[in-house]
């Protein structure tokens, strides 16, 4: 099932289901290389989400602003390959989204507990922002915030639940959006937790 978001952003209900569990290996498998850890905003307010990357350049913050980098902050060490069953799950989304050939360079993990939450803000750090971003839920269920192009302008609930992938770019790239918190009821495999897995060509 599609539901319109906007004009060129929408979410594809239960498109990740029947893979979520080898999804959800392959977390497993990225965090034994790539630890999460718990950033900080430039301002130094830390995250209240854990969060890590894989691919050629992972997201990540520091005094002078958000950017990606090559390595893990914490290990030094390059961060891993985005897991092809990911990559092919992304491009395949968003080809039905309308956005050909998107290949990924870089998937963002972050993990949400019962005290998490994320702010309204914009995803600008990428090189091409014609480029769509597509992100995977998995685990507990979230409310998502779906605003508009002005922080101001009052934002729209909307639940994403284990399987839900989301699909946004043109003029719905620059949305401010972010989650008010996770509801519902424990996931049977993945207990008081939410993953996203949020794939974007950073270069
Ligand atoms: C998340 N992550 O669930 C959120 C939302 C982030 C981030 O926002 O930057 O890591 S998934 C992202 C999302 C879904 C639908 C639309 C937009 C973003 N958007 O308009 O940018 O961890
Ligand atoms: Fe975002």
């Not at 009052?154 to 639940?161: E, I």
Request: hydrophobic residues 40%; glycine residues 8%; aromatic residues 6%.
């Amino acid at each position: 099932q599609r539901v319109a978001l906007g004009p060129q952003a929408v979410v594809l209900r239960q498109k990740a289901s029947p893979l979520a569990a080898e999804l959800v290996a392959r977390i497993e498998d990225v965090l034994q290389h790539s630890p999460l850890y718990q950033m900080a905003t430039p301002g130094g307010k830390p995250l209240s989400v854990r969060t890590t990357s894989c691919g050629t350049h992972g997201w990540s913050s520091d005094p002078t602003g958000y950017s990606y980098v090559r390595h893990h902050p914490l290990t030094d060490q390059a961060w891993p390959e985005i897991p092809a069953a990911w990559s092919a799950l992304a491009t395949e989304a968003a080809q039905e989204a309308g956005f050909a050939q998107f290949a990924p360079d870089t998937c963002l993990i972050n993990q949400y507990g019962l005290d998490s939450k994320m702010a309204l803000h914009q995803d600008r750090s990428e090189q091409d922002l014609r480029q769509p971003v597509v992100s995977i839920s998995l685990g507990m269920s979230a409310l998502f915030l779906w605003g508009g192009m002005q922080r101001s302008d009052k934002p729209a609930h909307v639940l994403l639940h284990h399987g839900d992938m989301v699909v946004w770019g043109g003029v719905d790239r620059l949305r401010f959006h972010g989650i008010k918190h996770l509801t519902g009821a424990p996931h049977p495999q993945l207990g008081a937790m939410r993953y996203n897995l949020t794939l974007r060509r950073a270069r």
